[in-house]
């Protein structure tokens, strides 16, 4: 499995008692759509591995108790603390309307209501405060950002591959005048 055709679903949190189970760390805004996975893939050296689940239990806060198989004892669990957790791209549940996942709009042409045609998406920056909408206008050779606020998206057009905002007034003129 490579990791481009993959997301990541959070991370081994700790260890979970002395028998091999480890508590994992769900990202996602909801745990519950992955409490029947079947497996997961860890990262580790750069190399994504599988690791088949015997049992979850599934806690508050997007916590989970795993049991995988052929991990029986406490050393081969810390081994797995704090790697990276994937799953393919084909698990995601389909999103609609304005929702969106930020690998999912990579590659979208920007066009706020106001300005016409702003960019290229480049990446959106989850940071912990506000996430950012990065995006490229190769014509002007600069980068933008914006904060991706409640009434920034205004519409996802996945066929298209546009992404129409409303971005508050003078931001883009900022980066492009």
Same mark, same amino acid.
């Given at each position: 499995?490579?990791?481009?055709?993959?997301?990541?679903?959070?991370?081994?949190?700790?260890?979970?008692?002395?028998?091999?189970?480890?508590?994992?760390?769900?990202?996602?805004?909801?745990?519950?759509?992955?409490?029947?996975?079947?497996?997961?893939?860890?990262?580790?050296?750069?190399?994504?591995?599988?690791?088949?689940?015997?049992?979850?239990?599934?806690?508050?806060?997007?916590?989970?108790? #795993?049991? &995988?198989?052929?991990? %029986?004892?406490?050393?081969?669990?810390?081994?797995? $603390?704090?790697?990276? !957790?994937? =799953? +393919?791209?084909?698990?995601?549940?389909?999103?609609?309307?304005?929702?969106?996942?930020?690998?999912?709009? #990579?590659? &979208?042409?920007?066009? %706020?209501?106001?300005?016409?045609?702003?960019?290229? $998406?480049?990446?959106? !920056?989850? =940071? +912990?405060?506000?996430?950012?909408?990065?995006?490229?206008?190769?014509?002007?050779?600069?980068?933008?950002?914006?904060?991706?606020?409640?009434?920034?998206?205004?519409?996802?057009?996945?066929?298209?591959?546009?992404?129409?905002?409303?971005? +508050?007034?003078?931001?883009?003129?900022?980066?492009?005048?």
């Amino acid at each position: 499995m490579n990791k481009a055709d993959c997301f990541n679903l959070g991370y081994v949190a700790k260890l979970h008692g002395f028998k091999g189970e480890v508590s994992l760390f769900f990202d996602t805004t909801n745990p519950y759509d992955y409490q029947e996975i079947e497996a997961v893939f860890i990262e580790k050296e750069g190399v994504l591995i599988p690791y088949f689940i015997d049992k979850l239990e599934l806690n508050n806060k997007g916590f989970a108790r #795993v049991k &995988f198989e052929d991990v %029986d004892t406490e050393e081969e669990a810390k081994k797995l $603390v704090k790697k990276p !957790l994937f =799953l +393919p791209l084909s698990l995601l549940p389909e999103l609609s309307g304005k929702n969106f996942y930020d690998h999912e709009i #990579v590659g &979208f042409v920007v066009f %706020d209501i106001n300005y016409g045609k702003v960019g290229e $998406v480049d990446c959106v !920056l989850d =940071l +912990p405060v506000n996430p950012l909408l990065q995006i490229i206008n190769k014509e002007k050779n600069v980068e933008i950002l914006l904060p991706l606020a409640n009434n920034l998206v205004q519409s996802v057009d996945r066929t298209k591959r546009e992404l129409h905002v409303s971005a +508050p007034e003078g931001l883009i003129e900022m980066y492009l005048d």
